[in-house]
C-alpha cells in the first residue's frame, strides 16, 4: 500500500512537470517586428537558429513593413523592432515608445525595370534623375504602397524629383499595397520599373524580363537599427530577453553572422554594430 502511494506520488510529479513544462518553455521567447526583406531574404532562417542555440531564447517574427512595425512597437504588441527608416525610428524613440536606437547593419535599395528599359535608366547613378526620367515617359512603376521603408524611400526620392505621385495614380503609378515580393511579382508580369531593397531582389526567382537597372547613388543607402520597446510604458515587454538578442546581434559574434549570410555569392547586410 506505501508502494502503491509513494509511486502514485511520482507519477503525480512527473505530471505536474510535463505540464508545467510547456508554460516554462512558452516564456522563453521574445516577439521581433520586422521587415518583409530580413524575413524574405532568408536571413532570419540563417541566423535565428544560432541565437536560440546559444541562449535558449526562441525568436518569433512578425514580418510586416517598417510603418507597421513601429505601430506595433507603439502597441506593445512586439518586444523588439528591426527596421529600417531612420527618421520614423527616431520620432518612435522621442515619442517615448522606444528605449534607443542602435544601428546593426545596411545594405542598399536598388532600380529594377524591364529589360527594354523604356525610360533609359540604365546605367545611371543618381536615382533622382532616373525617377524623373521613368516619370517624363510615364513608365509604368510600381509602389509598394504600404507604409514600409522602402515606400517611405521611394515616396522620398520621388519628392526630389519633383514627382507629383499621387496625381498620377492609377495611371502609370501603380500602388498595390503590398510587400516587396509582391511589388516585384507585379513588375515582373508588368514589364514595370519598381525600387526594391538589394537582399529581396537578390532572393527573388520569377524575374520574369526583370533586371537591375541602376544603383550606387548614396541616397539609396539603407541602414537597418534595432529598437528595445520601452518596457516603461508596455510593463509586460520582455526586456531581459529583448536586450539579450540586442546585445547578441551587436556583439562580434552576432556581426559575424550577419556578415557570414550570402547568397549567390553576394553578402546581402553588412553588419555596421558601432562599439560602445
Same mark, same amino acid.
Not at 518583409?36 to 532570419?44: A, K, P, R, V
Given at each position: 500500500?506505501?508502494?502503491n502511494? =509513494?509511486?502514485?506520488g511520482?507519477f503525480?510529479g512527473l505530471?505536474l512537470?510535463?505540464?508545467?513544462?510547456?508554460?516554462w518553455?512558452a516564456e522563453?521567447?521574445?516577439?521581433l517586428?520586422?521587415t518583409?526583406?530580413?524575413?524574405?531574404?532568408?536571413? %532570419?532562417d540563417?541566423?535565428?537558429p !544560432?541565437?536560440t542555440a !546559444?541562449?535558449?531564447?526562441?525568436?518569433?517574427?512578425?514580418?510586416v513593413?517598417?510603418?507597421?512595425?513601429?505601430k506595433?512597437?507603439?502597441?506593445?504588441?512586439?518586444d523588439?523592432?528591426?527596421?529600417h527608416?531612420?527618421a520614423?525610428?527616431e520620432? $518612435? @524613440?522621442?515619442?517615448?515608445?522606444g528605449v534607443? =536606437?542602435?544601428?546593426?547593419m545596411y545594405n542598399d %535599395?536598388? @532600380?529594377?525595370?524591364p529589360?527594354?528599359d523604356?525610360?533609359?535608366?540604365?546605367?545611371?547613378k543618381?536615382?533622382?534623375?532616373?525617377f524623373?526620367a @521613368?516619370a517624363?515617359?510615364?513608365s509604368?512603376f510600381i509602389s =509598394?504602397g504600404d507604409d514600409?521603408?522602402?515606400h517611405r524611400?521611394?515616396?522620398?526620392? #520621388?519628392?526630389?524629383?519633383?514627382?507629383d505621385?499621387?496625381?498620377?495614380?492609377?495611371?502609370w503609378?501603380?500602388?498595390i499595397?503590398?510587400?516587396?515580393?509582391?511589388?516585384l511579382n507585379?513588375?515582373?508580369g508588368l514589364e514595370?520599373?519598381?525600387l526594391?531593397?538589394r537582399?529581396t531582389w537578390a532572393?527573388?526567382k520569377?524575374r520574369?524580363n526583370?533586371e537591375?537597372?541602376a544603383?550606387?547613388?548614396?541616397r539609396?543607402?539603407?541602414?537597418y537599427a534595432l529598437?528595445?520597446v520601452?518596457p516603461?510604458r508596455h510593463?509586460h515587454? !520582455?526586456?531581459?530577453e529583448?536586450?539579450? $538578442?540586442i546585445? #547578441?546581434?551587436?556583439?562580434?559574434e552576432g556581426?559575424q553572422?550577419?556578415?557570414a549570410?550570402?547568397?549567390?555569392?553576394?553578402t546581402?547586410f553588412?553588419?555596421?554594430?558601432?562599439a !560602445?
Open positions: 500500500m506505501k508502494l502511494l =509513494r509511486l502514485k511520482v503525480t505530471l512537470a510535463l505540464l508545467a513544462a510547456p508554460a518553455t522563453k521567447f521574445i516577439t517586428s520586422s518583409t526583406s530580413t524575413q524574405n531574404s532568408g536571413l %532570419f540563417y541566423l535565428l !544560432k541565437f !546559444k541562449t535558449g531564447i526562441e525568436v518569433r517574427v512578425i514580418a513593413g517598417t510603418g507597421q512595425a513601429l506595433l512597437g507603439e502597441q506593445g504588441d512586439a523588439v523592432l528591426l527596421v527608416d531612420r520614423g525610428e520620432k $518612435f @524613440i522621442r515619442d517615448g515608445h534607443e =536606437r542602435l544601428e546593426v %535599395f536598388v @532600380i529594377i525595370g529589360r527594354s523604356p525610360a533609359g535608366v540604365r546605367g545611371m543618381d536615382a533622382v534623375e532616373a524623373r @521613368i517624363r515617359k510615364q509604368t =509598394r514600409s521603408g522602402t524611400e521611394e515616396l522620398r526620392l #520621388w519628392g526630389e524629383a519633383g514627382v505621385v499621387r496625381a498620377a495614380s492609377g495611371k503609378y501603380k500602388d499595397g503590398g510587400g516587396m515580393s509582391a511589388a507585379t513588375a515582373a514595370a520599373y519598381t526594391s531593397d537582399a532572393t527573388f520569377n520574369g526583370l537591375l537597372l544603383e550606387g547613388d548614396p539609396l543607402f539603407n541602414q529598437i528595445l520601452n516603461g510593463p515587454v !520582455k526586456k531581459a529583448g536586450q539579450r $538578442f546585445d #547578441w546581434m551587436l556583439s562580434p556581426q553572422v550577419i556578415g549570410y550570402v547568397v549567390g555569392g553576394q546581402l553588412h553588419p555596421n554594430a558601432r !560602445k
